[in-house]
């Protein structure tokens, strides 16, 4: 026998259209990459707080005009913890040049009485005005992982405001008590 032909069905025109999902793909993909990479210059500024790459950590030249409370048992973004610890966001700061009273483990009435006065009137100090983050020469963190740096206004330290009050003590390198017995 003989060899068989095959011969194909020409399709109706009207029912082949060009596949239009791989170019909307392609649309869909390029929109969200643009937008993407776009809005990450324009928020770079309102969260300098990664320091992998693309953003930085507060540094001497960033002034911040932000309104504190305290911070609360919910995510820590802008808030204080006691009178020396806050959160810039998300990063915890140690104000460097300072101790105050503890808050949260005081050893006494008299410590926990001042280490609330000392909160508040952080949290007062803050909130009145822009204020810079600097970072301090001889280390970054300390053994918690908060930042240590200093906040000034107008060249001022707040620390050094807090001290003068009586509300903190120059940092010496080591906590002291707070309680007269102890």
């Given amino acids: 026998m003989g060899r068989s032909i095959r011969f194909e069905r020409k399709r109706d025109q009207k029912n082949k259209q060009p596949r239009k999902w791989p170019a ?71 104000v460097a040049d300072i101790d105050t009273p503890e808050t949260h483990q005081a050893r006494c009435s008299y410590e926990a009485n001042l280490g609330s006065r000392a909160t508040r009137r952080f949290i007062e100090l803050l909130n009145a005005g822009p204020f810079i983050v ?33 509300l903190a003590r120059v940092w010496e390198g080591h906590r002291r008590s707070w309680c007269m017995n102890s």
Wanted: with cysteine; glycine share 8%.
């Fill in 24 to 94: 909307t793909l392609a649309v869909a993909f390029t929109l969200i990459f643009y937008v993407s990479f776009s809005s990450i210059g324009k928020y770079a500024d309102t969260y300098p707080v990664l320091e992998s790459g693309l953003f930085k950590l507060p540094s001497s030249s960033d002034s911040y005009a932000i309104n504190f409370a305290m911070c609360g048992s919910g995510r820590r973004i802008n808030c204080v913890v006691d009178g020396d610890t806050f959160y810039l966001d998300g990063h915890s700061i140690r």
């Fill in 134 to 166: 600097k970072s301090i020469p001889y280390r970054d963190e300390d053994q918690y992982g908060r930042k240590l740096r200093t906040v000034h206004r107008n060249n001022r330290s707040l620390g050094a405001i807090l001290v003068a009050e009586g």
